[in-house]
T-cell receptor, first 113, second 113 residues
């Protein structure tokens, strides 16, 4: 079945540091890939997405590229801010699979001033 | 648009009690989902619905029940609360099933004692 694996957290960085959160996936079909962000006490909200190989999703300075050859969708940001502190979830929905969205376990990011 | 709304925000139940978690969306979305989020475990799908009158089990349906009499509403019923059901519950909706962003409610925190 489909699965998503994210790097374990927490990831702790100083403000203006470079961020990478790794995400790899397995899927039976042709998945769309997503990054969601969850701020403390809130529900998840979409950060960015990519629907086909080599697409790059971007939003609020975050980027992720859909790499079919390495089955990866790593999240990056060049300079993090304290306000980026949150939990980040990688997810997929698979057109050729069960259609049920699959989420990773989430990676907590803590940014210090 | 209010988006996805959930009530209550927080509830304490005694073992064996029953309750209904309410979820409503005003975006005319066909697909609705119920997830539970346990610490460090990501999201697990409980039930989902592809339209009014149609529901299906997700990954962890035991101890829960759902109905979908209208496009807008998707309540989740706990019949005999158990400590294992202590969790944060999120309702989500999407217009399509694949390639489509899910919109999440703010969550209901449930404590079963």
């Amino acid at each position: 079945g489909d699965s998503v694996t994210q790097m374990e957290g927490p990831v702790t960085l100083s403000e203006e540091a470079f961020l990478t959160i790794n995400c790899t996936y397995t899927a039976t079909g042709y998945p769309s890939l997503f990054w969601y962000v969850q701020y403390p006490g809130e529900g998840l909200q979409l950060l960015l997405k990519a629907t086909k190989a080599d697409d790059k999703g971007s939003n609020k300075g975050f980027e992720a590229t859909y790499r079919k050859e390495t089955t990866s969708f790593h999240l990056e940001k060049g300079s993090v801010q304290v306000s980026d502190s949150a939990v980040y979830f990688c997810a997929l929905s698979d057109e050729g699979g069960s259609y049920i969205p699959t989420f990773g376990r989430g990676t907590s990011l803590i940014v210090h001033p | 648009n209010a988006g996805v709304t959930q009530t209550p925000k927080f509830r304490i139940l005694k073992i064996g009690q029953s309750m209904t978690l309410q979820c409503a969306q005003d975006m005319n979305h066909n697909y609705m989902y119920w997830y539970r989020q346990d610490p460090g475990m990501g999201l697990k799908l409980i039930y989902y619905s592809v339209g009014a009158g149609i529901t299906d089990k997700g990954e962890v349906p035991n101890g829960y029940n759902v109905s979908r009499s209208t496009t807008e509403d998707f309540p989740l019923r706990l019949e005999l609360a158990a400590p294992s059901q202590t969790s944060v519950y999120f309702c989500a909706s999407s217009y399509l099933r694949v390639q489509e962003t899910q919109y999440f409610g703010p969550g209901t925190r449930l404590l079963v004692l």
